[in-house]
């Protein structure tokens, strides 16, 4: 799976964590640039990236994620081992 599938593929489980709304996942986006990610749906969007690709992340990885990009980067190592 490339970048860009996994980037396509968290597009569609961010479109469902924030009710549908269209995000541009560039890989600087954080959570302060969108409305409505808080602590919660946080919770809710880790949840649902476990689901969509088969694996739970580590504490310390869901910890040291800074933006999409590295988001990204975490899935696609995971999808290789």
Do not use: Y
Request: glycine residues 4%; charged residues 35%; proline residues 0%.
């Amino acid at each position: 799976m490339t970048r860009e599938d996994i980037r396509s593929s968290l597009k569609d489980v961010f479109r469902e964590t924030f009710d549908g709304r269209e995000i541009e996942l560039a890989d600087e986006l954080t959570a302060k640039h969108v409305d409505g990610w808080n602590s919660v749906t946080h919770i809710d969007l880790i949840c649902a990236i476990e689901e969509k690709f088969s694996f739970a992340f580590s504490t310390a990885e869901i910890a040291r994620l800074q933006n999409v990009g590295e988001l990204i980067s975490v899935v696609e190592k995971k999808m290789k081992a």
